[in-house]
């Protein structure tokens, strides 16, 4: 059998038909190699974002089957404009949907888990097809019904079929060279990195460094497949995301993330007692809303303050949620702001350095940037800021800490 190379392309790669003609190139790369290709598709530049936009017209609380069923055709329109070009190019190609595969996840619409994909199938259609042009971003519950993975969700479908057909490397071909020491969209002096470890890019990407889908880095790492994040229009390689002891740099901070969907909660004068903590976030989490960081202040005649924050599309079921609950936790008043980011550094190298706090710290407040919030962890360090301050916050650091 040939050998299999799996290569996902993201939605500027796909946004129009020059674009699709270089993704074209790309794919005849490994083809002249004699290898097979599977091409994984986002939906056009664009597309996603309309179709959610256009969904609100129709409801403010879509049924979430049905936005998995709209949303997902963004990827069918990509992948049907792709192989009706290919074969006109000569390619021995097909799409191929999320279902037709299948690619099996559990059934939560918008934010789905990829539990099975039948190789062998893709393996029968690489029999009959040199390339399989496939849909990223969706899959099918058990009950039948299309399900999606979540925003960015391309990369995780990628990789999870590079990690059942046993591949090497996944390609991921974007619109940056690579992954970088920042967002080099907003930050010149951000360096591309030639490797990065599996548990940094992990610790980048929950950050907010939207190059790579958090859980598809999970996936290359527990299936030990190399990612290979490259730009469609260079030949230029890339970044390999793999394993740590692979990496020859030993760097204190290797990357800073930003993330602006953030949102703070806080809860004032709540009577201080055992229990309290479980009272606020049990029915938090029941109702699947992830909270990021926590603060509780020391209390003072037996009450404290508790901030803490969620994605700004869960801020306002959070607000209904606490004030359903105002008198089973005890509050004196309920506050929220949406107009704060979280900046972090991060780097595997933190383990063995000490001082990065300081660091931080004193480089943000040379700008005057004033944190509200802190969490870290073994090789990370996170500030909540006002997010008119994000970039200047992610340059400053960036300049700290890599130069
Ligand atoms: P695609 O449509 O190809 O999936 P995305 O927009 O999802 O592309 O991801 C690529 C974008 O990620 C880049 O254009 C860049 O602005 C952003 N990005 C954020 N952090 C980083 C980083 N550390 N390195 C590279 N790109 C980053
Ligand atoms: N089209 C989906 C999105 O915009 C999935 C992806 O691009 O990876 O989020
Ligand atoms: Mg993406």
């Known amino acids: 059998m040939n050998n299999i190379v799996v290569q996902k392309f993201g939605g500027t790669s796909v946004r129009n038909l020059e674009c699709m003609r270089q993704v074209l190139n790309n794919v005849r790369r490994p083809l002249a190699n004699g290898d097979k290709v599977i091409v994984v598709l986002s939906a056009m530049a664009g597309e996603t974002n309309r179709l959610i936009a256009l969904s609100r017209q129709w409801s403010q609380t879509p049924d979430l089957a049905e936005m998995d069923s709209l949303v997902s055709t963004g990827e069918q329109i990509s992948v049907a404009l792709f192989a009706m070009m290919a074969k006109d190019e000569g390619v021995k190609c097909r799409s191929v949907l999320g279902f037709q595969i299948p690619i099996e996840t559990d059934a939560s619409h918008g934010k789905a888990r990829i539990e099975s994909i039948d190789d062998e199938k893709l393996r029968k259609m690489l029999e009959t097809y040199d390339v399989l042009v496939v849909a990223g971003f969706q899959g099918v519950d058990a009950g039948g019904r299309i399900s999606t993975l979540g925003r960015g969700g391309s990369d995780t479908s990628a990789v999870a079929v590079a ?241």
């Open 163 to 403: 990690a059942a057909l046993h591949a090497e490397m996944c390609e991921i071909y974007t619109d940056v060279p690579g992954v970088f020491t920042t967002d080099p969209n907003i930050c010149a002096e951000a360096r591309k990195l030639d490797r990065i470890a599996y548990d940094e890019m992990l610790e980048m990407a929950s950050m907010g460094a939207k190059v790579l889908q958090i859980r598809s880095v999970e996936f290359a790492k527990k299936y030990n497949v190399k990612v290979h994040v490259r730009s469609t229009f260079s030949d230029e390689p890339g970044t390999i995301v793999t394993q740590e002891d692979e990496i020859m740099e030993a760097v204190q901070v290797s990357g800073v993330a930003y993330d602006k969907d953030q949102a703070q909660v806080t809860l004032v004068g709540v009577i201080d007692e055992p229990g309290v903590c479980a009272s606020i976030f049990v029915p938090i989490a029941d109702k699947q809303i992830l909270v990021d960081m926590i603060v509780q202040n020391p209390s003072r005649e037996g009450r404290t303050d508790i901030t803490f924050t969620v994605t700004r599309a869960d801020l306002d079921a959070t607000l209904k949620l606490m004030e359903g609950l105002k008198n089973e936790i005890g509050y004196k008043a309920l506050l929220s702001d949406k107009s704060v980011a979280k900046v972090s550094v991060i780097g595997v190298g933190m383990r063995n350095h000490s001082g990065v706090a300081s660091k931080a710290f004193r480089a943000m407040h040379d700008e005057n940037i004033n944190i509200l919030m802190i969490s870290t962890s073994e090789i990370k360090l996170s500030c909540l800021i006002e997010d008119k301050y994000t970039e200047l916050a992610v340059r400053t650091l960036h300049q700290a800490f890599i130069g």
